[in-house]
């Protein structure tokens, strides 16, 4: 007979196997959602190409445009005086469009399985990228036609973020949230430099392959997600995650034996047992209105709105900033631009760390916030004087301006998601998530239409806008940072109290 495993060996085994399994869904989770954001990043590096200053340009033998056009190498119709303006209502199509359908989206995702909804989601938001760059080969010039394109794109791209957040946080606890989707959240940086750079190789050329590439790059990632992505640790026996709605006293008791990784795996397989017997009811999903009822749902999701308008201006307007005032091309401009996502990842992960270690999100946020203000208005004064300020500046608002937004919709949406108020039912998590990153995308949309009707009267109007939104970002977490303190006071007073105890006993 073979004997059996001791229980140190089988909880190693286990362990490791869960984390094997973890690993997977934080990696092919970050690489989806990093192709989503890089399908949307061509758009603010090729806006430079569309409507370019012809006066530097030789014009070809064979062109057939006056001698005196000065607009003969933009591409019609972004070859107007109002380019800007048109540029912006292209941005708006798909962000309107966006916004709109994450709130239909959480709906959904909360009751399709997640696999065939990303897949899905990822394979037409593809296509839909190399549509947009085949009206270069296809010589197309109607603006409905790259309007129509960006409002499909921006409705099938809603089905990512709240599938991607469900998944990770069915597969993830409370515990260290912060600092574990700090580094996952990246993804959005990494998918917008990645989405630069490789827009930037064709776009003082054939810019169209600028969104054929990554075009196909997403959908060929919408295949291997049809293929590799697992909802849920117990479809592959692994041990799901601790959330509010469990038993305190099993959250803090280690050394209880009913919250060791056994225990919890023969809950899970008396479930199933029970299940296999006779029908076993699953929590319904939450209604849109009692997600709303959860506390901090509506403070976080208006302070996104307006975090996600200076994210998103920054994302959409940065290159052609650039190239405008520092007179870089359009290559050039888009590569500086990635620096800004470089600071973003390190936003992002130090937000995480810090929220974890104070557990005090609304108060990370709010302080990160405050020093964006005044960093934006630096480096719009002395941000192009040098290479090196230019640098500087752009990785340090990359990380004030993207650290809040990374972790009210990734950490903060999941504490929601799994809020003590909803007694375990994780089905809430995908409608929350909606309603929170929805409600940001009505700023996100916001912010570039304002930057398109606000920059012909000067950079400086945009900056002052941003300032103003994130002021108001700032002001919306105040009762939660509030809350937040008179909970450290409590924290203090008993851990003094304890101390005070000890020392009498001594």
């Not at 975090?307 to 500086?336: M, R």
């Not at 302080?367 to 340090?396: C, E, H, K, R």
Request: aromatic content about 12%; glycine content about 10%; overall charge neutral.
């Amino acid at each position: 007979m073979r004997s059996s495993l001791a229980p140190g060996v089988w909880f190693f085994r286990a362990f490791s196997r869960d984390s094997w399994f973890r690993g997977l869904i934080l990696l092919l989770t970050f690489l989806i959602y990093a192709c989503y954001h890089m399908s949307r990043k061509p758009i603010s590096i090729v806006k430079s190409r569309l409507h370019q200053n012809c006066s530097e340009q030789i014009k070809p033998i064979n062109d057939t445009h006056s001698l005196n056009d000065t607009m003969w190498c933009s591409w019609a119709p972004f070859d107007k005086d109002n380019y800007k303006e048109l540029l912006g209502g292209v941005d708006n199509a798909f962000l309107v469009a966006y916004a709109i359908g994450m709130f239909i989206s959480g709906v959904f995702g909360e009751r399709l399985p997640l696999r065939y909804y990303l897949s899905a989601g990822m394979l037409l938001s593809g296509l839909f990228t190399s549509l947009f760059g085949l009206g270069y080969f296809w010589n197309i010039h109607e603006l409905w036609y790259f309007v129509v394109i960006q409002v499909c794109n921006g409705l099938v791209q809603t089905t990512g973020w709240p599938s991607v957040v469900t998944c990770v946080g069915n597969w993830f606890g409370k515990g260290k949230r912060g600092f574990i989707m700090g580094i996952w959240n990246s993804h959005t940086s990494v998918g917008n430099i990645l989405g630069s750079l490789i827009a930037g190789i064709w776009v003082n050329g054939q810019w169209g392959l600028s969104f054929i590439v990554p075009g196909i790059i997403t959908a060929i990632m919408g295949v291997i997600t049809f293929l590799f992505l697992i909802e849920h640790p117990e479809d592959v026996d692994c041990t799901p995650p601790q959330h509010h709605g469990e038993p305190a006293e099993n959250q803090d008791n280690p050394e209880d034996p009913g919250n060791s990784p056994c225990s919890i795996r023969e809950s899970g397989l008396e479930t199933v047992a029970k299940c296999s017997k006779g029908p076993c009811e699953e929590p319904a999903a939450i209604s849109f209105l009692g997600a709303l009822r959860i506390p901090g749902v509506v403070e976080f999701s208006l302070c996104l709105l307006f975090a996600k308008l200076v994210s998103y201006t920054f994302l959409y307007w940065l290159p052609l900033y650039i190239a405008n005032v520092a007179h870089f091309s359009a290559k050039e401009a888009g590569d500086l631009s990635t620096l800004f996502d470089v600071g973003g990842i390190i936003g992002g992960i130090m937000a995480g760390l810090i929220s974890d270690y104070t557990n005090g999100r609304a108060t990370t946020c709010c302080v990160m916030l405050i020093l964006a203000a005044p960093m934006m208005f630096l480096y719009n004064y002395i941000g192009q004087d040098g290479i090196t300020s230019s640098i500087v500046m752009l990785i340090i608002c990359g990380g004030l301006v993207n650290g809040p937004y990374a972790l009210i919709t990734t950490a903060v949406s999941a504490d929601l998601g799994t809020h003590k108020s909803l007694k375990g039912n994780a089905k809430a998590l995908s409608t929350v998530t909606a309603i929170i990153d929805g409600t940001g995308s009505i700023g996100a949309a916001l912010g570039p239409l304002l930057a398109g009707l606000i920059s012909p009267m000067g950079w400086n109007n945009v900056f002052y806008m941003l300032i103003s939104a994130d002021v108001l970002a700032c002001l919306l977490l105040c009762r939660l940072v509030y809350k937040e303190i008179l909970a450290w006071k409590v924290s203090l007073s008993r851990g003094s109290g304890s101390s005070m105890v000890l020392t009498h006993q001594r």
